[in-house]
């Protein structure tokens, strides 16, 4: 297994609900009734199991089948897909739970057999997904506990249409592969994913690749001068040399003529202890997943380097910094020129996400004018608000003007709905820039109030328009001569869960939006 990026098994397609090269058959399904063909021998035995065993199909089952050698067949049902509110994460619920199962078991080569179902469009692919989190082996594991490195040698995926099943795997593998490295950096603690370990993460991931360029700004004269707000947020963590602050940017250019780019910056606060605001009453723990925004964008370059999309360009930012504590922590009340030249009042130390972004997202609005057909973003886990005006599991997606005149939230949401990768749609409204504009003449733009964003008043909402007045993208709106589209992303919610494993999110969704269509 590759140290970075590779897959934590093989995964081979096989046109053979019974391929011999199995120990165990994990079946997922929405009833028994589903089972047709050559799934018939499963649901003979599915029925007898149910005459003494009440609770076949009602949850994960498993049931020795009668062969030479013997094999285990767990059965792991969907539930009810017709209700209104039912979606295609019924099936990678499934397929998760049916192979945990099968590796309590002690199976070592599974067979993942989906079902045939027309409910969703994209079962086969959400399912081998669901199947794929749950095999997923910490980094710090795969370093440290060789022995633990695998769940699993081998995952056999049934394909009942032997045409589509190469591209099944290559897709699979693709956005698996990307949330891998998502949560590589992530997930990983605070220590082994400081700064200067990602940007030695990601070159070593990226250095043999043709489609992948990565440079990493680490000079500190360059990062105080090209991105000052940034910069203040580092200022404490630079005193540590571990913990020193990077700008890591990657780009990738398709083969043929481009017709689109994509203009990625990610937050990626390896530590967040609050800074001077500091986060008290426990509050500090799982802190170091607040780099799950950067997290992000590495791994949507992992995916495009494995599916290498034509007529498509991504130019990405990985903002990675550490927010501490000590005597050179930056403090509320600092007024700081930003890359944009907007003079920012400090309101709080812990809003610092928006800071480490802001002039990276400047620096992209530089670029874009070169661009063709520029589409900026910041993805974040940057409020607890998301999480408390939406619930846990869903991205929140927000749209400048530009980028909602082209219905681009609806769009992202309905390829997040097929790929089981969720979105809820926010807005950006008037009331969020007046909160921001400066309280005083002493300041253009104030970063924050001293409340915690889930009791703050669109506590989600009001930093999108932050990012967007302190970068200058104020001057391009929908009154612009030059209207640039900027979507914001904020993970918090859907990253996933602490303790736990991040779940990679929203790499499907963005990779079925803007590389599979």
């Known amino acids: 297994m590759a140290r970075y990026g590779g897959l934590p098994c093989e995964v081979v397609a096989t046109s053979d609900c019974k391929d011999a090269n199995s120990d165990s058959i994990v079946l997922v399904a929405s009833s028994l009734e ?3 063909g050559c799934l018939e021998l499963y649901k003979t035995v599915l029925l007898a199991q149910q005459k003494v065993d009440s609770s076949v199909g009602c949850s994960v089952s498993l049931i020795a089948l009668p062969l030479n050698p013997p094999k285990a067949l767990v059965f792991s049902p969907t539930g009810p897909i017709n209700r209104d509110y039912d979606d295609v994460r019924r099936f990678a619920d499934a397929a998760g739970a049916g192979i945990q199962r099968a590796i309590t078991a002690g199976s070592k080569h599974p067979l993942l057999v989906c079902a045939p179902d027309d409910t969703f469009p994209k079962t086969n692919l959400v399912s081998l997904l669901g199947a794929l ?3 997923y082996v910490p980094f710090e594991i795969r370093q440290d506990v ?30 698996e592969s990307g949330r891998l490295v998502a949560r590589d950096i992530g997930g990983s603690d605070p220590e082994r994913m400081a700064a200067p370990n990602v940007a030695q993460y990601v070159a070593g991931l990226f250095q043999d690749s043709p489609s992948i360029k990565v440079s990493v700004v680490f000079d500190d004269n360059t990062l105080m001068q090209s991105y000052p707000l940034f910069s ?17 940017k990657l780009e990738y250019t398709g083969a043929g003529e481009v017709k689109k780019t994509l203009m990625l910056v990610g937050k990626g606060v390896t530590y967040d202890t609050g800074g001077a605001d500091i986060k008290a009453g426990g509050h500090m723990a799982g802190m170091h997943r607040d780099k799950c925004g950067a997290a992000t964008v590495a791994g949507f370059f992992q995916t495009l380097d494995l599916l290498k999309p034509k007529n498509i360009k991504v130019i990405g930012t990985m903002a990675m910094v550490r927010n501490s504590v000590g005597v050179e922590s930056y403090v509320s009340d ?10 920012i009042r400090v309101g709080n130390t812990d809003a610092e996400g928006r800071m480490a972004m802001a002039d990276c997202l400047c620096e992209m609005k530089e670029k874009a004018g070169n661009e063709v057909n520029p589409h900026l973003f910041t993805i974040a886990t940057l409020t607890g608000h998301a999480i408390r005006a939406m619930g846990p599991k869903y991205t929140i997606i927000l749209d400048n003007g530009p980028a909602f005149q082209t219905k681009n939230a609806q769009a992202v949401q309905a390829a997040g709905d097929q790929m089981g990768d969720p979105f809820e749609i926010s807005t950006i409204r008037r009331e969020d820039y007046e909160f921001h504009t400066g309280k005083s003449e002493y300041e253009d733009i104030l970063q924050c109030n001293n409340e915690p964003s889930s009791s703050t008043a669109r506590g989600h ?9 302190t970068s200058g993208l104020d001057a391009h709106g929908i009154d612009s001569n030059q209207p640039l589209k900027y979507s ?9 869960p602490f303790p736990g494993v991040p779940t990679g999110a929203p790499i499907p969704a963005l990779t079925f939006m803007y590389l599979l269509n």
């Open 461 to 469: 909402q009001s930093p999108a328009a932050f990012l967007i007045m």
């Open 334 to 343: 600092e007024i700081i020129t930003s890359r944009a030249g907007k003079r």
């Open 146 to 175: 060789s022995s633990k490195a695998k769940k699993v040698e081998k995952l056999l995926v049934w394909c009942e249409d032997a045409a589509s099943k190469d591209a099944l795997i290559k897709q699979a593998t693709a956005i």
């Open 232 to 248: 203040a947020v580092n200022r404490c963590a630079k005193l540590v040399q571990r913990h020193q602050g990077r700008i890591i």
């Open 488 to 496: 914001h992303l904020d993970i918090a919610g859907s990253s996933g």
């Open 133 to 135: 989190q749950v095999l």
């Open 34 to 36: 589903k089972l047709t």
